[in-house]
């Protein structure tokens, strides 16, 4: 067994949003201990707790805290729009303020409370072939593949479609093979969207490292830039995903993401469970 994880007590929290679900872990305090491994033991749904996305909060010295996220898989994701909501959420709670700022791999982002909600300032755009990142240069507007997606960064990796109805979109057998692709060289999320009006889009996701979601918050963002860069719908949209609605609205300083968090179990790990990592 890891020695870090044996002489430490492990509680962790269980929230979602949109039913996009996280596991948190506070390691605020000590190093971070997170591996590929101990991400996709507690992500296995049936031996472990089961999440979308972990989350674990760390110590940060130009921002409240800092957070990095990992897939179901293992692997690690530069961004999780609502992971840092959920997270968001708590911070503002247990600071008591109206505002924190936290560290994320592509920047400091802020969030608010927006009444019962949380808003998170995902950042700008990338819309440069080398940063989302693509394999070599493209016109990101229309990308190389079949249905000519736009292709968004926003601090990970997106390919959006828009189609005529969703509910005709094998978002599992279409959404595996895209996230494979080799024009994403480090592989991408999938989203799926059927423009309802210009202030509102319903969308699908098939995410990066772990499937269909029931949300997918930087999606939802890369969605709305994706519809807006099109023409097809004005800067604030509502959007429907399997989850519930969120808000986007891309501002000059960046794309805002609103919707509601919940926590549902705090938790402690089993000593035997984190042997067996
Ligand atoms: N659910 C997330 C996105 C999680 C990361 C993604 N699967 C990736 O690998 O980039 C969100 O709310 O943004």
Redesign the pocket.
Known sequence: MRQDLASTDLPFLKMH?LG?DFVIIDSRGRDALVSPELARAIGDRHRGVGF??LAEIRDAEEADIALD?W?SDG?R???????TRCVGRLMLDESGRDSVSIRTERGVLSARRAGEEVSVNMGHPQRMWDEIPLSHPVDTDFLPLEGEPVAVGMG??HAVFFVPDIRDVDVAGRGRRVECDPLFPERT?VEFAEIRARDEIRMRVW????GI?L?????ACATAVAAHVRGLTDRTVRMEVDGGWLTLDWREDGVWMTGPTQTVFAGRFDLSFLERV
């Open positions: 949003g996009n979308d996305q996220f897939n692997s994701a530069g961004a999780c729009g609502n992971a990970n990796p999320n995410e990066r490292g772990t979601t949300a997918c918050g930087s999606g």
